[in-house]
């Protein structure tokens, strides 16, 4: 037995030697999954000693799926239908960065990924490591869980370009059917159209919740802009407020939870102010973005930063490396595997390893702690790590 399943009652049943699927990616990718791969490994097999006799007790059955140029060499086309086929089929899986070409008209794998098995919740935990380098006075102060949007919102891609004939249509439409007067230049806009349901916020916020209770979190923050979005952005608020009362009502009474909502331009001076007033954020999808990043770098981790994509309902989840393929050092040993060994322990946890998960994040912060980085890190090129050997010194750590 070798396969993950979700159950009837919501929860994965996970085989001690579970196969998962993974996508070494373009650029970096070799460098920090080869790195990672030992790292795991490795901590697989700490947290969970094997018999006298020389069994492991768990372990990892990594399964190759092919996403991006590797795809593209060998099958003729980046995302083959297969690759989607093994993650659909193993549920959980992990992937290094890919690389989306400008201008071809090519969509972003990621995305399609994304699209392709419904992954509506971006989750990012964003934390501060001891020994990295932040902007702020105290960045330990930071510990907050994003939970982004994934499906809706501007990024459903439903525009049109200024001065097409279907712009034209459309805005003829706004102003003769829907009394739509305020188009400032109607001859020379660009459209694009912003969906936001209930149903996708309230699965996205009803997973910030789950996930803040069974963490011991208190606070879940909706993080909007329905001062001036009323029914997109204000229906996010207001559909998150209704979906709490409605199901967490006993959560909220005892104090285990605290739903509370912030306007997202406020937001980010809150994360930069008060950073501590915040367990668990749930955004649409543009703000997430912007948040991500200003989050991860309020930490020093903007390279470091893990993240996954999942559907708490089929289970499918896909944890990624967050930042891109970084051509200019690929094949070079100079690329810091912590994005993706990150990412690999929220696998760990999602799969219910959390001893494992544990460990790996400890060995990392070890790392950290005692001035061991890759080159992107290091105050020295000559006091670096190559991505190999900083791989070893983590599982130093782990040991
Ligand atoms: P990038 O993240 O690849 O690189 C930006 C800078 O950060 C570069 O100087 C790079 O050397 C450095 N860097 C990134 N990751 C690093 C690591 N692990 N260790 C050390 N240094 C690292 O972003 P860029 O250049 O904008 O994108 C390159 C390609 O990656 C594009 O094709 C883009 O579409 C793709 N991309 C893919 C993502 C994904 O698969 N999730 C996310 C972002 C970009």
């Known amino acids: 037995m070798t396969k993950i399943r979700m159950t009837p009652d919501g929860t994965l049943s996970v085989p001690d030697t579970p196969e998962i699927p993974y996508i070494e990616g373009d650029g970096i990718g070799q460098d920090i999954w080869e790195a990672s791969r030992r790292v795991f490994d490795a901590t697989v097999a700490a947290a969970y000693p094997g018999t006298p006799e020389g069994e492991d007790q768990r372990r990892i059955l990594w399964r190759r799926v092919l996403a991006g140029h590797a795809a593209l060499a060998e099958t003729g086309e980046s995302l083959p239908a297969e690759t989607l086929e093994a993650i659909r089929e193993d549920l959980v899986a992990i992937k290094g960065p890919l690389e989306t070409p400008v201008g071809q008209g090519m969509r972003s794998l990621n995305v399609a990924l994304r699209q392709e098995l419904d992954l509506y919740a971006c989750v990012r935990p964003v934390r501060y490591f001891p020994g990295i380098e932040s902007p702020l006075k105290h960045p330990e102060l930071t510990d907050i869980t994003i939970f982004r949007e994934n499906t809706e919102d501007i990024y459903a ?36 159209i912003k969906p936001i349901s209930r149903e996708g916020s309230e699965r996205l916020i009803r997973a910030a919740i789950d996930y803040a209770l069974a963490h011991s979190l208190t606070n879940v923050t909706l993080v909007h802009k329905g001062n001036i979005q009323k029914f997109t952005e204000g229906g996010f608020r207001r559909w998150g407020y209704e979906l709490a009362e409605r199901e967490y009502a006993d959560a909220l009474a005892d104090g285990r939870l605290a739903v509370s909502d912030v306007i997202a331009d406020n937001f980010l001076q809150q994360i930069l102010l008060h950073p501590d007033r915040f367990d668990v954020v749930a955004l649409t999808n543009l703000n997430g973005d912007y948040a991500s990043d200003a989050l991860a770098a309020q930490v020093g981790g903007i390279g470091i930063s ?5 559907n708490y309902s089929s289970g499918h989840a896909v944890f990624e490396a967050t930042h891109g393929t970084a051509p200019d050092i690929a094949g070079q040993g100079l690329a810091n595997p912590s994005s993706l060994l990150l990412s690999g322990a929220m696998l760990l946890e999602y799969i219910g390893w959390s001893e494992a998960a544990d460990r790996l994040r400890s060995a990392l912060a070890s790392a950290f702690a005692s001035g061991q980085f890759t080159r992107d890190l290091a105050p020295s090129s000559s006091d670096a790590l190559s991505t190999q050997d900083f791989a070893d010194a983590v599982i130093t750590h782990i040991r």
């Open 157 to 192: 891609g439903i525009e049109w370009n200024a001065g097409t004939p279907e712009v034209q249509r459309v805005i003829d439409f706004l102003q003769t059917r829907m009394g739509v007067t305020k188009i400032r230049f109607p001859h020379s806009s660009s459209i694009g």
């Open 306 to 310: 893990p993240g996954a994509n999942i």
